[in-house]
């Protein structure tokens, strides 16, 4: 990484830059010291060459950030910044992190390589926290190989890179077509059978799945335990900010206080349940190919998308990767979603190599128009 | 992606990925060029994107 400048996420602490956390509450807020993760990065010969827009405390509201491919649509969210700013070529690399869909998701509609690693094998230390059973740090590239390189030096694991650049065999795939609770929109589910064919074609076996019924209602489980544990990392500067804070975070925030412990604790208990089931689920497959969004970034900012089709990976901390597959008839990036189960990072590095030659997007760079609109 | 990595300059640097932009540096390219492309690119691109909070 020696002289590389990556991006870095604005929720994520930095002794040179100030970290504002998406919202001028914390205006001219500068860390004394960098985050565990910028330590790394600084350590393998790296440098924060600039901090990324976050959407507010790396929740729900949009930030100023533009999708690079049709600047009137959002990029996605959280970690906005970083997903368009290597999209737009201004960056090879950046960091951002995920609690629910916010590498994943902003990497597909930007039409750049997301990769969430396992829950915990990016060290968290000096991110401004949203819920600690979910927050996940990850990073944006336009290769997978560089993907590797990139969360390979965070968590220490040279064995991704070297993954990442020896694409496994024809992968075995489970192809979930959609997530019960985020219905596809018109288009893109054609979109992904498309690539799932692709694959085949390319001498992948894909077998198609569909979301035990027991799961159904995974969200739920992964809403309570986001929306508790949220409404306590924030207490002290909701309590403080209220009328600064966006009406949609103060209600989202507000669920949170009003969840009973039993229930958070009930949450707890079948994210465990549901780490198992889907371990031994996932088991006879190399990975798991699923949408990462419901389509391509939606216009307007009035959201940054739904992130439901993230969501499952999230709830039992397993590593999922973005990768761009084709442009929808608006000239959006879509993609596919690969994941396998916790540890697993470096095989599915290994099956995204093999997948992203099979789709052939290559490294493109957005063709940034001024915004019409 | 495949280009002459000791030759590319300017816009060329700036789309350079991770690996080729240490492959670039390993064929003589300097950490500065490397930063100076991408701060041309980002020139071009922000006033549009407004990807950074902090530069």
């Known amino acids: 990484m020696r002289g590389l400048g990556i991006g870095v996420k604005d929720i994520i602490d930095t002794a040179a830059l100030p970290t504002t956390i998406g919202t001028p509450i914390h205006d001219g807020r500068q860390p004394t010291r960098d985050a565990a993760c910028v330590a790394r990065l600084t350590e393998a010969g790296g440098f924060v060459f600039g901090k990324t827009v976050t959407t507010a405390f790396a929740f729900l509201d949009s930030g100023a950030t533009r999708n690079p491919w049709q600047p009137a649509h959002t990029p996605g969210g959280s970690s906005s910044g970083s997903a368009a700013a290597v999209a737009a070529g201004a960056l090879a690399g950046a960091i951002g992190t995920q609690t629910n869909g916010s590498v994943v998701r902003p990497a597909a509609f930007c039409g750049v390589v997301g990769f969430k690693p396992s829950y915990g094998w990016l060290d968290f230390t000096g991110v401004h926290p949203f819920s600690e059973t979910l927050d996940t740090l990850g990073t944006f590239t336009r290769t997978v190989e560089d993907a590797g390189l990139l969360a390979g030096a965070l968590a220490r694991q040279p064995d991704w890179l070297d993954a990442a650049t020896t694409p496994s065999h024809a992968p075995r795939v489970a192809f979930l077509p959609a997530f019960p609770w985020s219905p596809m929109l018109p288009g893109a589910a054609d979109a992904l059978t498309a690539s799932a064919v692709q694959l085949r074609t390319a001498g992948a076996t894909v077998t198609p799945v569909t979301l035990p019924d027991g799961w159904r209602d995974a969200h739920r489980v992964h809403r309570t335990i986001m929306l508790y544990e949220g409404a306590r990392a924030l207490a002290a500067v909701q309590a403080a900010h209220r009328a600064r804070i966006s009406a949609p975070v103060n209600a989202a925030l507000d669920e949170g206080h009003a969840i009973e412990e039993a229930d958070y604790r009930a949450a707890l208990t079948a994210r465990k349940q549901a780490i198992a089931y889907f371990t031994e689920w996932l088991a006879p497959y190399d990975g798991v190919l699923a949408p990462p969004a419901t389509g391509g970034a939606p216009e307007g900012f009035a959201s940054t998308g739904d992130p439901g089709c993230c969501t499952l990976w999230s709830l039992v901390g397993f590593p999922a990767i973005a990768l761009p597959a084709g442009l929808d008839a608006n000239g959006l990036p879509l993609g596919v979603q690969l994941t396998a189960s916790a540890g697993q990072d470096a095989r599915l590095l290994a099956v995204a190599a093999w997948c992203e030659a099979a789709l052939g997007w290559g490294a493109r760079i957005a063709p940034v128009r001024p915004d019409a609109g | ?55």
């Open chain 2, 1 to 55: 992606m495949s280009m002459s990595i000791s030759d590319c300059t300017g816009e060329a640097l700036a789309a350079l990925t991770l690996a080729d932009a240490i492959r670039a540096r390993d064929a003589g390219r300097t950490a500065r060029a490397l930063a100076e492309a991408a701060l041309q690119r980002i020139e071009e691109v922000e006033p549009t994107v407004q990807a950074f909070a902090h530069l």
